[in-house]
């Protein structure tokens, strides 16, 4: 006799295999290919982690990591917004919304609310765990563009506006870590990687 909730758990785990085939516009460090959702999630679980004494507050750790774990796998239906594509920023929560209720509806129920929940949590980001694994999401693709002198930024002619912008959120969750970040982007500009407004 097939055990239902086995099967559901197991449906769920092959489909977020397919967030590896979702690729975004940050490439590897070291002058990569681009990385795909699931490195990038791999990579922002990590660095809550080992950075999570530079949080602004105390938090769950383990919460934070599974949050980073999940926060993208909706793109596997919504596909990557770039950052910079105001157009697509439009749609982006309508798509998403859709999409985490298809994906995660494939759990059992328990499984559904509890993912579904820590995804609608980063996504209001009023947490210490939210807050923080948004500042993740925001640091890791920064690192590797900076890793990789600014290739992505020159790429698409961004301006030091647009990326202070999008680091913004970054400050709810660790102050340390937006001083880095400006950092980073002064650099940057005057590297000449992110164009001057």
């Not at 400050?171 to 950092?183: A, H, R, V």
Request: net charge negative; no cysteine; aromatic share 8%.
């Amino acid at each position: 006799m097939e055990n239902e909730r086995l099967r559901k758990q197991i449906d769920f785990i092959l489909e977020a295999d397919k967030e590896k085939n979702i690729f975004r516009q940050t490439h590897l460090s070291g002058h990569g290919r681009r990385e795909n959702d699931a490195e990038h999630a791999w990579h922002m679980a990590m660095m809550v982690y080992l950075l999570k004494e530079h949080a602004n507050e105390k938090f769950d750790v383990a919460k934070a990591m599974m949050m980073a774990l999940i926060h993208d796998i909706v793109e596997i239906d919504a596909g990557d917004t770039y950052a910079y594509d105001s157009e697509a920023l439009e749609t982006q929560k309508e798509r998403e919304a859709q999409a985490a209720k298809r994906i995660f509806g494939l759990l059992p129920d328990d499984q559904r609310d509890e993912l579904k929940s820590l995804f609608e949590e980063f996504e209001a980001g009023e947490t210490p765990e939210a807050g923080f694994v948004r500042a993740m999401d925001n640091f890791q693709p920064l690192l590797l563009n900076e890793s990789n002198n600014g290739g992505d930024w020159i790429e698409h002619g961004v301006r030091k506006t647009q990326v202070m912008n999008r680091q913004a959120k970054t400050k709810s969750g660790s102050n340390i870590i937006w001083d880095y970040t400006e950092k980073i982007i002064e650099k940057n500009v005057k590297l000449g990687n992110i164009k001057e407004d």
